[in-house]
């Protein structure tokens, strides 16, 4: 139902309806309806076997992007190296007291095997979609599902209380799978909420346009899907983030990025992606950063979470109206030696 009333709007329509819509979980910031939006701090971990360390740096968070989730995309499943990034990020968490959570983006077993070791886990990442052929290709089932959720929550870590799980949807995933059945994408999508929904997540994460112009063929439909899309989820009560983006080889740039953050910013999106210069290196396609986090901000007058925003008064980051403020080099952020990943 949700996918169909999408379908009969125009866009002014999914912005009013999807802005109306009162969505709320563990964390205050995501309480859209308070004039909350985040900002995700991503990073990715390079190959390791070309000699190149792991740097998290956290400097990023002078852009005051971080609140909703500091997470690292990593190059390699082995679970030792899984291990070592979920220390490092929590590292620099518990260094510098930042209210936030952080994720390594890896599949949800690695990620139960990571606590089974006792690694530090906030939050339990992984893809889904919107019917059974599809997850199991994903490699997942719902009892796998409620397996990790139970054992994140068994760490009982920071503020996000139930809320542990941080699902990501890719916009055509099933019909890339062939695993649709001949349902439309929209559709397809908007199941998959159905299942987020079941594991009050905190996160919900819909990558727009990762695919290519094979399934959205240009700016305008990832634009007007992207629309249908937060107002489908709005409407099913789950805590909608985006990753704005497109691939090289499709009818797409940056202006059409602009101004889908822009009208999704007006939509009540939960969060955008931060990835350094907008260019997500590990997946070879363009998304957002940590300037258009602020930008967004800065225009609706937005603000970070709560606690995330008297941290970074605290830190000297921000003044008392959220703006940020230069920074010199004895910044405790500058100052001290940051975490690597062994070579």
Same mark, same amino acid.
């Given at each position: 139902?949700?996918?169909?009333?999408?379908?009969?709007?125009? +866009?002014?329509?999914?912005?009013?309806?999807?802005?109306?819509?009162?969505?709320?979980?563990?964390?205050?910031?995501?309480?859209?309806?308070?004039?909350?939006?985040?900002?995700?701090?991503?990073?990715?971990?390079?190959?390791?076997?070309?000699?190149?360390?792991?740097?998290?740096?956290?400097?990023?968070?002078?852009?005051?992007?971080?609140?909703?989730?500091?997470?690292?995309?990593? &190059?390699?499943?082995?679970?030792?190296?899984?291990?070592?990034?979920?220390?490092?990020?929590?590292?620099?968490?518990?260094?510098?007291? &930042?209210?936030?959570?952080?994720?390594?983006?890896?599949?949800?077993?690695?990620?139960?095997?990571?606590?089974?070791? @006792?690694?530090?886990?906030?939050?339990?990442?992984?893809?889904?979609?919107?019917?059974?052929?599809?997850?199991? @290709?994903?490699?997942?089932?719902?009892?796998?599902?409620?397996?990790?959720?139970?054992?994140?929550? #068994?760490?009982?870590?920071?503020?996000?209380?139930? +809320?542990?799980?941080?699902?990501?949807?890719?916009?055509?995933?099933?019909? #890339?799978?062939?695993? +649709?059945?001949?349902?439309?994408?929209?559709?397809?999508?908007?199941?998959?909420?159905?299942?987020? =929904?079941?594991?009050?997540?905190?996160?919900?994460?819909?990558?727009?346009?990762?695919?290519? %112009?094979?399934?959205?063929?240009?700016?305008? =439909?990832?634009?007007?899907?992207?629309?249908?899309?937060? #107002?489908?989820?709005?409407?099913?009560?789950?805590?909608?983030?985006?990753?704005?983006?497109?691939?090289?080889?499709?009818?797409?740039?940056?202006?059409?990025?602009?101004?889908?953050?822009?009208?999704?910013?007006?939509?009540?999106?939960?969060?955008?992606? @931060?990835?350094?210069?907008?260019?997500?290196?590990?997946?070879?396609?363009?998304?957002?950063?940590?300037?258009?986090?602020?930008?967004?901000?800065?225009?609706?007058?937005?603000?970070?979470?709560?606690?995330?925003?008297?941290?970074?008064? =605290?830190?000297?980051?921000?003044?008392?109206?959220?703006?940020?403020?230069?920074?010199?080099? #004895?910044?405790?952020?500058?100052?001290?030696?940051? %975490?690597?990943?062994?070579?």
């Amino acid at each position: 139902m949700a996918a169909a009333v999408s379908k009969l709007m125009r +866009n002014q329509d999914l912005v009013i309806a999807a802005g109306k819509c009162r969505v709320s979980d563990a964390l205050s910031q995501h309480d859209r309806a308070s004039g909350h939006a985040g900002g995700a701090l991503a990073a990715e971990s390079p190959d390791r076997q070309r000699g190149r360390d792991c740097r998290l740096d956290p400097r990023r968070l002078l852009y005051g992007a971080g609140d909703a989730v500091i997470g690292i995309n990593p &190059v390699s499943d082995s679970l030792p190296v899984l291990i070592e990034l979920l220390r490092l990020v929590d590292d620099i968490i518990f260094r510098f007291e &930042v209210p936030t959570q952080s994720c390594v983006l890896t599949h949800v077993t690695n990620t139960i095997q990571a606590i089974e070791h @006792g690694a530090p886990v906030d939050l339990v990442f992984q893809s889904i979609a919107g019917t059974e052929k599809a997850n199991a @290709g994903f490699g997942i089932d719902l009892a796998l599902l409620a397996e990790a959720r139970a054992a994140a929550q #068994s760490l009982a870590r920071g503020p996000v209380g139930d +809320n542990v799980m941080y699902f990501e949807t890719g916009q055509g995933s099933a019909l #890339s799978a062939d695993a +649709n059945f001949g349902v439309d994408q929209q559709t397809c999508e908007a199941r998959a909420y159905a299942v987020a =929904r079941a594991f009050s997540p905190l996160l919900i994460n819909t990558v727009v346009g990762f695919i290519g %112009p094979e399934y959205l063929y240009d700016g305008s =439909r990832s634009s007007a899907r992207a629309w249908r899309i937060i #107002s489908a989820a709005s409407c099913s009560a789950c805590p909608l983030g985006c990753d704005i983006c497109y691939t090289n080889h499709a009818e797409a740039d940056q202006d059409d990025m602009d101004t889908l953050l822009t009208l999704l910013g007006c939509a009540g999106v939960t969060y955008i992606m @931060g990835v350094p210069g907008a260019d997500d290196v590990m997946l070879n396609y363009q998304s957002t950063s940590f300037h258009d986090a602020l930008y967004l901000r800065t225009l609706l007058g937005l603000k970070r979470a709560p606690e995330f925003e008297r941290w970074l008064q =605290r830190m000297n980051i921000t003044d008392g109206q959220g703006r940020l403020q230069p920074i010199g080099l #004895s910044h405790p952020l500058f100052a001290q030696q940051l %975490p690597r990943l062994r070579a």
